[in-house]
């Protein structure tokens, strides 16, 4: 019989199953960022001892690992000073006339439709280090963003 017509197992043509892919540099969080990846490895660990299917528990599992390794990796970050932009701060500013206010966290913390933006994102990058008053270059623009203020977010700092 011809290799063509012969049924091999299901398993062989499953993709396989990789780690979540672990944000390259260093994980820097704030004080909310890593009480929230307590409660998430807190919450899958439970998910995972009341798990009975083995398809469901290995899916779990994998998340587990993946939040195990980004709170063993956290570096939490000190109370930030006002007027200079790090993570942890409320900034307000300007881009294109309209006037926005978001907050500078941790990759796994980010939530844009909550106004917190990830260190990493393009916006994050380019209003980390900037202080009240400062002209910041995004999208290739020199004078892209106005910082209108930068000031400690105490959500995400206690």
Same mark, same amino acid.
């Given at each position: 019989m011809s290799v063509a017509f012969r049924r091999e197992s299901d398993d062989e043509h499953k993709e396989p199953e990789y780690e979540l892919p672990i944000p390259v540099g260093a994980n820097l969080v704030t004080p909310r960022g890593l009480r929230l990846l307590g409660?998430? =490895?807190?919450?899958?660990?439970?998910? =995972?001892?009341?798990?009975? &299917? &083995?398809?469901?528990?290995?899916?779990?599992?994998?998340?587990l690992r993946y939040f195990n390794t980004r709170k063993a990796t956290a570096e939490v970050q000190a109370p930030v000073e &006002?007027? =200079? =932009?790090r993570i942890g701060s409320r900034v307000s500013y300007a881009l294109n006339g309209a006037e926005r206010t978001v907050t500078i966290v941790g990759h796994d913390e980010a939530d844009p439709t909550a106004g917190r933006i990830a260190f990493t994102a393009p916006l994050g990058r380019a209003l980390m280090g900037a202080e009240a008053g400062d002209m910041v270059e995004f999208q290739g623009r020199e004078d892209a963003i106005t910082v209108l203020a930068a000031a400690a977010d105490p959500e995400v700092m206690a």
């Open positions: 409660e998430a =490895v807190a919450r899958l660990e439970a998910a =995972v001892a009341a798990e009975t &299917d &083995d398809d469901a528990r290995k899916k779990l599992q994998r998340q &006002d007027d =200079v =932009v």
